[in-house]
């Protein structure tokens, strides 16, 4: 609620990837108690944008290099941020990892594979998902079937490929498209 508020642009993206985040965990038969986890640390995800200056934060042009590096720090302010909370301490590592890509090449520590912690990775194409799948102030949301073509076509490079499978399973169920801006957007 408090990153609704400083950022109306990003307003219900935490809750619906805490939602998908659910779902997935779930489907990939996390515990009651994984899956809380997993929904507790999406809903915070991008607590530390936070310490983002709003001139960025709501910019509705490009972000310049300078604009896009102070951007990518707001996993590690969201770290320390959830860090200092005993109660929390257990998620901190989904807040800092979840733009880490499976190949790599994501941030802040350029994990990859397995040393991201899963709950990272589903939060990764969760929180991919909700972006794509959203209006934003610089883009127009895309359709479910381009979202998933999209986080399919980055399987084994950005995310996780067992994740994306489970993706593509809920959207088989039909279970993907009250998450989407084009709500009833078939996949075809």
């Known amino acids: ?54 001139s960025i934060l709501n910019k509705e042009g490009k972000l310049t290099k300078e604009e896009f590096d102070l951007i990518r720090e707001h996993p590690v302010i969201g ?23 499976y190949d790599g090449k994501g941030y802040p520590d350029g994990l990859q594979g397995e040393e991201i912690p899963i709950e990272a990775r589903i939060v990764a194409v969760a929180d991919s998902f909700d972006a794509m799948t959203t209006i934003r102030t610089y883009r127009r949301a895309v359709s479910l079937k381009e979202a998933l073509a999209e986080i399919v076509r980055c399987r084994a490079t950005q995310f996780d490929p067992v994740v994306v499978d489970a993706l593509l399973q809920l959207a088989v169920e039909n279970k993907l498209h009250s998450m989407c801006y084009e709500r009833n957007t078939k996949i075809a």
């Open 1 to 54: 609620l408090a990153l609704d508020a400083k950022n109306s642009c990003m307003c219900g993206h935490s809750e619906r990837v805490a939602e998908l985040a659910l779902l997935l965990a779930a489907e990939l038969g996390f515990s009651p108690e994984e899956q809380m986890k997993i929904h507790i640390g999406a809903h915070l995800h991008d607590i530390g944008k936070i310490g983002i200056p709003d």
């Open 79 to 101: 770290d320390s941020i959830v860090g200092r909370i005993q109660a929390f301490r257990s998620i901190a590592d989904i807040v800092r990892y979840h733009h880490e890509r």
